[in-house]
């Protein structure tokens, strides 16, 4: 959970950061204001930077996703959440101090809407790339230890009763028509107690060793189950 919430006040301090940058490039202030306000920015983006960095947690065993794949969307998001960021500052000084910033004299409906949904975009986008980096699973000969961004799960080869591949599907259709269509394919391990999935790897290569360490260490009892989803997956 730690890592989720690294990501998140990262996601706030830059967005937040950047935000001012292009606000107070907008604005004519004095030079001491605009000072501060660079100065405030700075401290911003640089703090966001390195509680970033910490989100970017060790993982055991097999990475779900390239790391790579975390960082591009890390810009992506944050890119995104500045103008939210930016949209929040611009409502508030237009409403403490009637100051007239152009966008949002020209759209203020539209900046208020995007404002609003600054900080729950920040959490939602921030567990959703926690998940990517974070999962990973480590297989060996006692069972698999999966890691979340929550904590860890920890499965004993006595205690698992299948593998499986389970189909995670939308809803898409028209006005008069309706399909589901397949989001991704999770691979999942049911035991005595529960049913624990993995999302599906991103690379075709993460998935091929995964099942090649489940085949070398899981009992024999596993290896149909084993076969068939190396042929599915």
């Known amino acids: 959970m730690h890592t989720y919430i690294y990501r998140f006040i990262a996601y706030m301090m830059i967005s937040l950061g950047l935000g001012i940058i292009v606000l ?105 790339i926690s998940n990517i980096d974070t999962q990973s699973i480590e297989i060996d000969r006692n069972g698999i230890i999966i890691q979340y961004p929550e904590g860890v799960k920890e499965i004993k080869w006595e205690n698992l009763n299948r593998i499986c591949l389970k189909d995670t599907k939308t809803i898409i259709g028209g006005e008069d028509w309706a399909t589901s269509r397949r989001m991704q394919t999770k691979l999942s391990f049911i035991t005595n107690d529960n049913m624990i999935n993995i999302f599906e790897p991103s690379l075709k290569k993460t998935k091929k060793q995964i099942i090649q360490l489940l085949y070398n260490y899981a009992p024999d009892r596993l290896h149909d189950d084993i076969t068939l989803i190396g042929k599915d997956w």
């Open 24 to 128: 107070f490039g907008e604005i004519k202030l004095n030079y001491t204001i605009s000072i501060v306000a660079y100065t405030l920015s700075s401290f911003l983006i640089l703090y966001g930077y390195f509680f970033l960095k910490k989100s970017y947690s060790k993982r055991k065993g097999i990475g779900l996703n390239p790391r790579w794949l975390a960082k591009m969307g890390d810009i992506i998001f944050i890119i995104s959440l500045s103008f939210a960021a930016y949209s929040a500052l611009a409502w508030g000084i237009d409403t403490i101090f009637h100051t007239k910033i152009y966008l949002y004299d020209t759209e203020p409906m539209v900046l208020q809407v995007v404002a609003m949904f600054w900080l729950p975009s920040a959490a939602i986008t921030a567990f959703f």
